[in-house]
């Protein structure tokens, strides 16, 4: 079974910055697709970006311009630059993954989650 760990998370000021990382760790044939979503308080669970198996990029309009995916096909990692935070980006960021196994099974998988903290 594949893990997913996500770091980086934390406390910060409206207009700073933090970085988040999630590493992929298991028997792993290919990642397709490996994503962040948040969720606030009361809100759904929502895409922030995603990474395709080709190194594509999709953002959420509300991140653009302020969040940047980037991923490490070797190390099976992907991060996620944000800047110029806000404190509605205060959210649990979660870390998702596509994920095909040697069986040839698709399946997703998620991390525990981290907290950023955005102050006003």
């Known amino acids: 079974q594949v893990q997913l760990v996500e770091s980086g998370g934390g406390l910060v000021q409206a207009g700073g910055s933090l970085r988040l990382s999630c590493a992929a760790s298991?028997?792993?044939?290919?990642?397709?697709?490996m994503a962040w979503y948040r969720q606030a308080p009361g809100k759904q669970r929502e895409l922030v970006a995603a990474?395709?198996?080709?190194?594509?990029?999709n953002h959420a309009d509300s991140v653009k311009g302020r969040f940047t995916i980037s991923r490490d096909f070797a190390k099976n990692t992907v991060y996620l630059q944000m800047n110029s935070l806000k404190p509605e980006d205060t959210a649990v960021y979660y870390c998702?993954?596509?994920?095909?196994?040697?069986?040839?099974?698709?399946?997703?998988?998620w991390g525990q989650g981290t907290q950023v903290t955005v102050s006003s």
């Open positions: 998702n993954a596509a994920i095909q196994s040697t069986s040839g099974r698709t399946y997703t998988a």
């Open positions: 990474s395709g198996s080709g190194g594509s990029t």
């Open positions: 298991g028997i792993i044939f290919r990642i397709n697709v």
